[in-house]
């Protein structure tokens, strides 16, 4: 064989799926309302043969992964990085506001996430960072790529991949 193989190994279970609500702007001045999905994460790892004979672990991809899953579910996704949203944590409640709309939600029931806009792209990219935060530094040194993909709604997938290294 001319190539050498190349190795991936990807999880997606019934039981990866988060509901949340979201909101986001777009076309520059809309804002749409708040409303929820039944999320899917699908996660790829490359990478080459371990000692194992395996790129990375079944199991531990999994539980990393419904570790995330856990944190986001029935949850509120709120962006701490929108030009135009203001995400306010008061300790007991978070405070969104966009031009003359206000929501208030129980601080428990809200995750503040470190990006421009709520959208599924930035949600996969926000998972593949969490994923890297779980594991060691053996684990993220043997993958080669790290792909994520969120399903916002039924056949609609937003995919974000990272090349390595990861160490």
Not at 90 to 108: C, K, L, M, S, T
Request: glycine share 4%; charged share 25%.
């Amino acid at each position: 064989m001319a190539n050498s193989p190349q190795y991936y190994v990807r999880v997606t279970k019934d039981h990866l799926v988060f509901s949340a609500a979201h909101f986001i702007t777009f076309n520059g001045n809309i804002c749409e309302r708040l409303h929820g999905h039944n999320w899917r994460l699908a996660v790829e790892v490359a990478g080459p043969l371990d000692e194992n004979r395996y790129v990375f672990d079944f199991i531990a991809l999994r539980d990393a992964a419904q570790k995330v899953v856990d944190e986001l579910d029935h949850r509120v996704l709120l962006p701490t990085q929108h030009e135009t949203i203001s995400v306010v944590d008061h300790g007991h409640e978070v405070e969104a506001r966009y031009e003359d709309r206000r929501w208030i939600f129980p601080r428990e029931d809200c995750v503040l996430l470190p990006v421009i806009n709520t959208t599924a792209e930035e949600i996969a990219n926000w998972i593949a960072g969490r994923l890297l935060e779980q594991w060691d530094e053996s684990a993220r040194r043997s993958i080669t790529r790290l792909q994520t993909e969120v399903e916002e709604n039924f056949g609609q997938w937003a995919i974000c991949r990272h090349d390595g290294p990861f160490a």
